[in-house]
Nanobody, 115 residues
């Protein structure tokens, strides 16, 4: 499975962005996809997840109500809509795909939120 993120950028606080993660390869084997992020000097943290079968979602408390994860199965693409962005959302955002015995990661996309 190969993952390619896009959509990051520099925005002001309160703005919105939409990140995309395009999957290719053995996409039929993906059980769930999601996003992690890593801010400078901090550990990578979970952001959101969506399951392949039911489309069930799960969010970190810090983004609940502001971020929305979705998917377009026909395009093998997952999205993360980032609303009401805050400076503390600044990080490299990584998409991941969970396959039965492995996790695959994208290269990351930078999101920078200025105050």
């Amino acid at each position: 499975v190969q993952l390619v993120e896009s959509g990051g950028g520099l925005v002001q606080a309160g703005s919105s962005l939409r990140l995309s993660c395009a999957a290719s390869g053995s996409t039929f084997s993906i059980n769930a996809m999601g996003w992690y992020r890593q801010a400078p000097g901090k550990e990578r943290e979970f952001v959101a997840l969506i399951t392949s079968a039911e489309g069930s979602t799960n969010y970190a408390d810090s983004v609940k109500g502001r971020f929305i994860i979705s998917r377009d199965s026909a395009k093998n693409t997952m999205y993360l809509q980032l609303n009401s962005l805050r400076p503390e959302d600044t990080a490299v955002y990584y998409c991941f795909a969970h396959v039965e015995l492995d996790d695959y990661w994208g290269q990351g996309t930078q999101v920078t939120v200025s105050s």
